[in-house]
């Protein structure tokens, strides 16, 4: 089992930065890949970001291509998020999740999941 928990979410104005992070406890060791997803009131959970834990690869949705980025830590078993030039949009809970098989934009392929952090940007 895999126990994630994030943390950083705040509330900010329009074109500032935060950074979330996610650590990730457990039997980590057949992890292969994170992501970051976003959920909106009354909306589907969105894809934002997912980075392969072995490689660093990495894969953004369009919406966040050039502001996020996405990174992991190995040593600290820390994934992040850093969320840069924010919008009014981007408002949401992110969560935290983690697979043993491949990186999906498709948040039904990912077993394990944390809480989820508050991410709030005013106009």
């Known amino acids: 089992q895999v126990q994630l928990v994030e943390s950083g979410g705040g509330l900010v104005q329009a074109g500032a930065s935060l950074r979330l992070s996610c650590t990730a406890s457990g039997r980590t060791y057949n992890m292969y890949s994170t992501a970051w997803f976003r959920q909106a009131p009354g909306k589907e959970r969105e894809f934002v970001a997912w980075?392969?834990?072995?490689?660093?690869?990495?894969y953004y949705a369009d919406s966040v291509k050039g502001r996020f980025t996405i990174s992991r830590d190995n040593a600290k078993n820390t994934v992040s998020l850093q969320m840069n030039s924010l919008k009014p949009e981007d408002t949401a809970v992110y969560y935290c999740?983690?697979?043993?098989?491949?990186?999906?934009?498709?948040?039904?392929?990912?077993?394990?999941w944390g809480q989820g952090t508050q991410v709030t940007v005013s106009s």
């Open positions: 980075v392969v834990w072995t490689d660093s690869h990495t």
């Open positions: 999740a983690a697979t043993n098989g491949p990186a999906t934009r498709s948040y039904v392929n990912y077993p394990y």
